[in-house]
């Protein structure tokens, strides 16, 4: 069963969030349409028995009801979230883990550094350390050891690290600290 079960990462849905429409994320003639596209892209990549780490600001809405309904139709056996600047609200939803800071994790036999803010160095990354962030909305772009997860780099939707990996194998960017050290 457990080959059956997929991790997945993603940071900044903003739901609820009107105001992320006004410069973010234009297009949208409604919050309610933002999400409705967010939910329909996470449970068409999140499977129930998955997991998902959510690097922050799951949401920033007043509506503790409307947050509630929202996190229970998501996919995923296990939410993680680790504490973005926009989650004041969102702890009272039933996640599985809540981290604040940095959360460090391995996957695959990979050591991942996860936080929703992007950082120019993190532990072990001489060692191959892999550090994924949000918060950033796709504008700060990823190296061959950090990443973007947010919806806007993903097209709306959680991301799987074989995609990550994928993504970095691409960049020729190495990590600031690393270059600086050589």
């Known amino acids: 069963m457990e080959a059956d079960m997929a991790t997945f990462f993603t940071a900044d849905t903003h739901f609820g969030h009107a105001g992320i429409l006004h410069g973010l994320r234009p297009g949208f003639a409604s919050i309610e349409e933002h999400d409705e596209l967010l939910i329909?892209?996470?449970?068409?990549?999140?499977?129930?028995?998955?997991?998902?780490y959510h690097l922050g600001d799951f949401s920033l809405s007043k509506d503790a009801a409307y947050l509630e309904r929202t996190f229970r139709r998501l996919n995923g056996r296990r939410k993680v979230l680790v504490v973005g600047n926009h989650d004041k609200r969102n702890r009272h939803l039933p996640w599985a883990e809540q981290h604040e800071g940095i959360h460090e994790i391995s996957i695959e036999h990979r050591h991942l550094i996860l936080?929703?803010?992007p950082m120019r160095s993190w532990p072990r990354a001489f060692r191959g350390s892999l550090h994924l962030y949000g918060h950033t909305h796709g504008l700060l772009p990823g190296t061959t050891q950090s990443q973007d997860v947010g919806v806007d780099v993903w097209s709306y939707r959680p991301v799987s690290l074989d995609e990550i990996l994928e993504r970095m194998a691409s960049s020729d960017t190495q990590p600031?600290?690393?270059v600086l050290t050589r």
Do not use: K, L, Q
Request: charged share 30%.
């Open 176 to 178: 600031e600290e690393r």
């Open 115 to 117: 936080c929703h803010y």
């Open 40 to 52: 329909e892209a996470w449970n068409a990549t999140v499977r129930p028995n998955d997991t998902v």
